[in-house]
């Protein structure tokens, strides 16, 4: 599986991003995409994920700020962050897998990577 994203950037505290994650190369029907984040100095944490079912979950503290959405016909997967606060920035990595056990996605436990994008909140 191939993950290119795209999207981040600088952006001031409240304001919103879009990143984009567009897959290709599945070799199951079924899959789960997931956002992870990396902060300098710190462990890498999940953000949010779906499966090509529909299921979604977020981690506690993006929810009611970040939305996770795909495009199944452009096999591309969104992540809009809103209301951004300084602690969200971090490197922000898609991946991809057709066995990860969704139940524990936030594990971080998929076989494939997109290639980061920075997102930067700073006034």
């Known amino acids: 599986v191939q993950l290119v994203q795209s999207g981040g950037g600088l952006v001031q505290p409240g304001g919103s991003l879009r990143l984009s994650c567009a897959a290709s190369?599945?070799?199951?029907?079924?899959?789960?995409i997931g956002w992870f984040r990396q902060a300098p100095g710190k462990e890498r944490e999940g953000v949010s994920c779906?499966?090509?079912?529909?299921?979604?979950y977020y981690a506690d503290f993006v929810k009611g700020r970040f939305t996770i959405s795909r495009d199944s016909a452009k096999n591309t997967v969104y992540l809009q962050m809103n209301s951004l606060k300084p602690e969200d920035m971090a490197v922000y990595y898609c991946?991809?897998?057709?066995?990860?056990?969704?139940?524990?996605?936030?594990?971080?436990?998929?076989?494939?990577w997109g290639q980061g994008t920075q997102v930067t909140v700073s006034s």
């Open positions: 991946a991809a897998d057709v066995q990860v056990a969704i139940a524990t996605w936030y594990l971080g436990d998929f076989g494939s």
């Open positions: 779906i499966s090509s079912d529909g299921r979604i």
């Open positions: 190369g599945f070799t199951s029907d079924y899959y789960v």
